[in-house]
């Protein structure tokens, strides 16, 4: 299987942001970084590209960065490292991605889109 690319993962961090961009408003501030998004999202690269099968790890980055991300700021920083690099992504599935929250038992309350709004 061959390294994930900087646009593969940058693709993989833009569809998490924008499962984390919703949620209830706290006082906090933003604790999540770039590279814990980037860590928790690197086993999906393959899966959201369509160049391999959604595996385990992939499923357990997903569930971890839901559960480190409680916050708005959390959210809002980590939707803001993918807008960041999500330019250069061009073989992104969109299908793949929008479903990614569902296959690993995650429930978001809004479609996963690039176009998803990360301010709100």
Same mark, same amino acid.
């Given at each position: 299987?061959?390294?994930? *690319?900087?646009?593969? *993962?940058?693709?993989?961090?833009?569809?998490?942001? =924008?499962?984390? /961009?919703?949620?209830?408003?706290?006082?906090? !501030?933003?604790?999540?970084?770039?590279?814990?998004?980037?860590?928790?999202?690197?086993?999906?690269?393959?899966?959201? !590209?369509?160049? #391999?099968?959604?595996?385990?790890?992939? =499923?357990? #980055?997903?569930?971890?960065?839901?559960?480190?991300?409680?916050?708005?700021?959390?959210?809002?920083?980590? =939707?803001?490292?993918?807008?960041?690099? /999500? #330019?250069?992504?061009?073989?992104?599935?969109?299908?793949?991605?929008?479903?990614?929250?569902?296959?690993?038992?995650?429930?978001?309350?809004?479609?996963?889109? *690039? *176009?998803?709004?990360? /301010?709100?």
């Amino acid at each position: 299987m061959s390294r994930p *690319t900087a646009a593969s *993962t940058a693709a993989a961090i833009f569809i998490m942001a =924008c499962l984390l /961009s919703s949620g209830v408003i706290r006082e906090a !501030t933003a604790a999540i970084s770039c590279g814990q998004v980037a860590s928790s999202l690197g086993q999906c690269v393959s899966y959201l !590209t369509g160049q #391999g099968p959604l595996l385990k790890p992939c =499923c357990a #980055g997903v569930q971890r960065l839901n559960a480190a991300a409680s916050s708005t700021p959390d959210r809002r920083q980590a =939707c803001a490292c993918l807008k960041s690099i /999500s #330019g250069s992504i061009s073989n992104l599935k969109p299908n793949l991605a929008a479903g990614l929250p569902g296959m690993c038992g995650v429930s978001i309350p809004y479609p996963i889109s *690039t *176009t998803t709004d990360c /301010s709100r």
